[in-house]
């Protein structure tokens, strides 16, 4: 009576085909991520101190791709206005068209429509001491417009600098080409939910899809590591090894 010799071949058709659906899987994900990121966010540069210590000189900034009119208070937006110069600028939505904004309270705060706001990423002035402004105003935003403002309010030169100019020193929503969401170095991450705004009519933005897409990246690059490394670690736990020559006239007995 002959035998059959059983092999684990099916087993291991098995373990190839899920690691190379894996690796597609992987690819998947990881291409889809680079690309996702490509077409909703835009590269920068911070290119001055007056966003300290929210956006140090020099950061490089991730910003999500938006229309103007999707920036809410309290969004740290790019944009690009003539009269404020030719390069792309960065600073803080205060307030919106329609508002109005005023500095300071007893407590050294900004009034948007009475309203006083809590700014705890403001960069402490001379003596430590924390205020929205060092100069009172006043002013009402006109539609379709953003008063804009740096966090280094002792240094920034931003919307109060152009208060003598059309519009108040405001900017046209179409002026803004995108919203910050993240830092990417020094790598602070995402930016956090400015929440003094947060209880004014409108509320504030949502964090954009960095992080979606970052999560894309890595279990994409780990889905891919994990497909190619199946091969080699399995013929490693199963013992393979290779043939050696066979001994003239030697016979493999292969059943009883």
Known sequence: MSGT????????????VLSGLAVAVGCVLFLGGFV?????????TVPSDSMTPTLDVGSKILAERIDGDEARRGDVVVFQDPLWGS?????????VGGDTLACCDR????????TPVVEPYLRPGPGGRT???????????????????????????????????AGRGSVPRSAVIGRVDAVVWPAKGLLTPPEGF????????R?????????????????????????????????????????????????A
Request: aromatic share 4%; glycine share 16%.
């Open 131 to 165: 205020v929205a402004s060092g100069q009172d105003f006043s002013v009402t935003v006109p539609e379709g417009n953003l008063f804009l403002l740096g966090d280094d309010r002792n240094t920034s030169l931003d919307s109060r600098t152009h208060m003598e100019e």
């Open 207 to 255: 964090p954009g899809p960095f992080n979606a897409l970052l999560a894309a990246v890595a279990g994409g690059t780990v889905l891919i590591l994990a497909g190619a490394a199946y091969g080699p670690v399995a013929r490693r736990l199963t013992g393979r090894r290779p043939a050696g020559p066979r001994r003239p006239g030697a016979r493999e007995k292969v059943g």
């Open 5 to 16: 010799i059983r092999t684990k071949g099916g087993r291991g058709r098995l373990g190839s």
């Open 87 to 95: 390069s792309p600028m960065v600073k803080r939505v205060a307030a």
């Open 107 to 114: 407590d050294g705060r900004l009034t948007v429509n009475g």
């Open 198 to 205: 947060a209880a004014l009519p409108g509320g504030v933005s």
């Open 36 to 44: 996702g990121g490509a077409l909703l966010y835009q590269p920068f």
